[in-house]
């Protein structure tokens, strides 16, 4: 039953309109950038259809609290969900990592984050940040975090992988490289 | 079968179903022999579930000597006595939030938002005194069996949670998330003002302190301009509170009494800086300052001055950083081998272009900080400085 457990799951996101099979290149709609997106992987279709266009990706292989992808760009200046403080184009990397790693902190949903790495990092050729961090889930589920992040002119590209820490994590985690790897700017 | 014993399974069934709500307190003077009902037995065993997972959260401050010292005020309130039914323990958390709640087997949690906007123990003590009034006259056992009757139970605690969002509700539950969002009713919250007030006073503690508590609370709440979710940091909950209490200490008579500023600061000191880094990752920043002033009065050292550079420094501007500067620079003269103050200083130096002071202090910083998590930041910035 516990094997099978993840195609149920699969299933059932299949049969939500909100989900369809994901695959190819991805080119976000508004957010000027592009990136392969794994075959075998549902994607979050916020345009309700199968046209790889939206303004974010958001994927997941076997249900969003096992794992979950999320490229987007953040526009400066603009409200975050947790924390009260911005991102700022004239931040640092490490400036911008704080502002990210406090907006995680400050989730209600999530209790015991630690932070495990925070480095400087470049993604497709821009400077930027990884942040790699510990915390348990509003189910109780240990989980494990990777937040890639890169300033541009007006943005911030963000690229996020968060996933069960037992198993899933270290499973997924070569699939989210090759996605980051293939992240192209406009 | 006959339409007299429908009739009587009927109300035997309506009578089961309504449940009396009201319940004589639990006080030490019980006759020998008293229990809790059934239901509340079930409260009590549903409590200790859920405060398995909110111990277990990583919420829990832990600090060894701030707990030890809020259950000596309660234990002051509350004399502990062998045949008294209800075991108090007082546990912090680690919540900017303004709230505390109880449990109906005694344990009482505090948030450090709300210790952190305390003056002294004669107000903790007016917060506790409240809290276990409602653990003593078995109020979450009552406000359950009233929802229980208007059959509105479970649509009730979803308009709760649907309030609060995840987060701690998640970790709460049912009684929690009614002690903690909700409060109880009107007349109840009356008699935990009122028969707190009682042991406040009994226990020596100034009066005048349990008005002062919810005006500064409601003045915070009102200051803070955002709908907080639990019930301390409610504006009409608090005018009630103010109104009560006012009223309260002014039929008492007594004036004075014990009001342990010092004491209280001095022990609650590791609850004030963490609520005010919590309220600084959030970017609450005002709140943050306040709290971080009177943490560097109680503990006028490097990590207190570090703390009021960062709070300057993440609120961004010219003016901003240069406040920042000063107390980076007093945090290095107050513990010259504290390292943090050394990278900011780096950093400002950086910014402004100024290579030579800024590679001092990067030096400097990894100099004190060998396995720093940000080394690597460092690194590059030190190694673009000295091009």
């Known amino acids: ?186 | 079968m006959r339409p007299i014993i429908l009739c009587c399974i009927a109300c035997a069934l309506l009578f089961q179903g309504c449940a009396t709500t009201s319940l004589p307190p639990v006080t030490a003077a019980t006759p020998k022999g008293f229990t809790f009902e059934d239901d509340e037995k079930q409260l009590w065993k549903t409590s200790e579930e859920e405060q398995k997972k909110l111990d277990s959260s990583g919420l829990v401050l832990g600090d060894v000597e701030l707990e030890s010292y809020v259950n000596s005020v309660a234990a002051r309130l509350h004399p502990p006595d062998p045949s008294f039914k209800i075991p108090f323990r007082i546990v912090v958390l680690k919540n900017y939030y303004l709230n505390a709640f109880a449990y109906p087997n005694g344990v009482i949690y505090v948030h450090t938002g709300i210790l952190a906007q305390m003056e002294n123990e004669a107000q903790l003590a007016t917060l506790l005194a409240h809290e276990m009034t409602h653990c003593t006259h078995r109020h979450t056992a009552q406000e359950f069996r009233d929802l229980k009757n208007k059959a509105t139970f479970n649509a009730a605690f979803q308009v709760f949670l649907g309030g609060f969002g995840w987060g701690l509700a998640g970790l709460l539950g049912q009684v929690g998330t009614i002690a903690s969002v909700q409060g109880y009713s009107r007349a109840m919250e009356n008699e935990a003002d009122t028969e707190g007030f009682k042991l406040m006073v009994k226990a020596g503690y100034d009066p005048a302190e349990a008005v002062r508590i919810f005006e500064i609370l409601k003045k915070d709440a009102d200051s803070r301009k955002v709908k907080e979710p639990f019930f301390f940091g409610s504006h009409p909950k608090l005018q009630d509170r103010i109104d009560n209490y006012t009223n309260l200490r002014l039929t008492s008579g007594k004036k004075d009494g014990i009001k342990n500023a010092e004491l209280f600061l001095a022990k609650t000191k590791k609850g004030l800086r963490t609520d005010a880094e919590l309220n600084m990752r959030a970017g609450n920043f005002t709140e943050a300052q306040k709290e971080l002033e009177k943490y560097v009065k109680v503990e006028p050292g490097p990590e207190a001055y570090y703390l009021l550079g960062e709070v300057s420094r993440q609120q961004g501007g010219a003016r901003a950083i240069e406040t920042a500067k000063g107390y980076y620079e007093k945090a290095v003269n107050a513990g010259p081998e504290y390292p943090e103050p050394y990278r900011e200083l780096g950093l400002i130096y950086y910014k402004a272009k100024d290579k030579q002071a800024a590679r001092k202090y990067f030096e400097s910083y990894l100099a004190r900080a060998p396995n720093a998590k940000d080394r690597g930041y460092i690194e590059m910035y030190l190694k673009r400085s000295s091009e």
């Open chain 1, 1 to 186: 039953m516990k094997r099978l457990l993840p195609l149920i799951i699969a299933a059932l996101l299949c049969i939500s309109a909100a989900w369809v099979p994901a695959g190819g290149t991805f080119a976000a709609k508004k957010g000027n950038f592009s990136v392969e997106v794994p075959s075998g992987w549902m994607r979050y279709a916020d345009d309700k259809g199968d046209k790889n266009e939206s303004n974010f990706l958001m994927i997941t292989k076997e249900g969003h609290i096992l794992q979950m992808i999320i490229v987007e760009k953040l526009e400066f200046d603009k409200d975050l969900k947790f924390t009260k403080k911005k991102l700022r184009g004239d931040m640092l990397p490490h400036e911008a990592a704080e502002v990210v790693a406090d907006n995680i902190k400050s989730n209600p949903a999530i209790t015991q984050f630690e932070l495990v790495e925070n480095s400087p990092a470049h993604v497709s050729g821009v400077e930027g940040f990884k942040l790699v961090y510990t915390y348990k889930s509003k189910d109780g589920l240990k989980s494990k975090g990777v937040y890639y992040g890169a300033i541009n002119k007006e943005s911030l590209a963000k690229l996020h992988y968060t996933a069960a820490a037992r198993y899933y994590f270290d499973r997924d985690l070569a699939v989210f490289e090759a996605l980051v790897r293939s992240f192209k700017a406009n």
